[in-house]
């Protein structure tokens, strides 16, 4: 499998200011965007380097897969808790928490080798799906902890697949 390279820490600052912006009213956003550009300008910039040079050291791995900015914020605040740099206020921001309060987290688990595997939610009220797509069949696992209604949840998946599969047979048909 072919690296990602680690982007410019400006692009990631970017496009995290770009998700937050329609979440936040404007003092809030004012706040988060001051707070971001000092991260970058600042103690962000400098972990940013260490991890330039990590990633070069080690090139069996990587930090950075597909393109989001949140692996790499994620991998910058890893590196300065590993060095035991003090939480830059970037990740204080209540704006940062909320942006990555994920209640819905996927994993494919496409495999010959799988035939059913599971993915945990990762927030008390969140979702955890496990999927796997082959030539004859769709599956997947869902958990969640008792706050959630995994039936319901499961059925609206099914429902939603049965919509795609009515469209995509009616599409074919039209042919």
């Known amino acids: 499998s072919s ?14 200011l770009n998700a937050q912006r ?12 001051q707070l971001a550009l000092n991260f970058q300008n600042g103690v962000g910039k400098q972990l940013h380097e260490e991890l330039v040079q990590q990633d070069k050291q080690n090139k069996h791995t990587s930090y950075i897969s597909g393109q989001g900015f949140d692996r790499h914020l994620f991998a910058l605040r890893y590196l300065a808790a590993g060095k035991g740099v003090s939480l830059p206020e970037l990740y204080q921001d209540p ?12 994993s494919t688990l ?5 035939q059913l595997g599971g993915f945990a939610p990762v927030v008390p009220d969140g979702f955890g799906v496990g999927y796997g797509v082959h030539d004859d069949w769709i599956g997947c696992n869902v958990s969640a902890y008792p706050a959630r209604d995994v039936q319901q949840f499961v059925q609206c998946v099914h429902q ?6 009515k469209v995509l047979e009616e599409k074919a048909a039209e042919k």
């Open 3 to 16: 690296r990602l390279p680690i982007p410019k820490l400006e692009d990631t600052v970017k496009k995290y």
């Open 110 to 114: 496409t495999s010959p080798a799988v």
């Open 160 to 165: 939603s697949l049965e919509d795609i599969f």
């Open 95 to 106: 704006a940062y928490a909320r942006i990555n309060h994920n209640i819905l987290s996927t």
């Open 22 to 33: 329609p979440l936040l009213d404007d003092e809030q956003f004012r706040k988060t965007e």
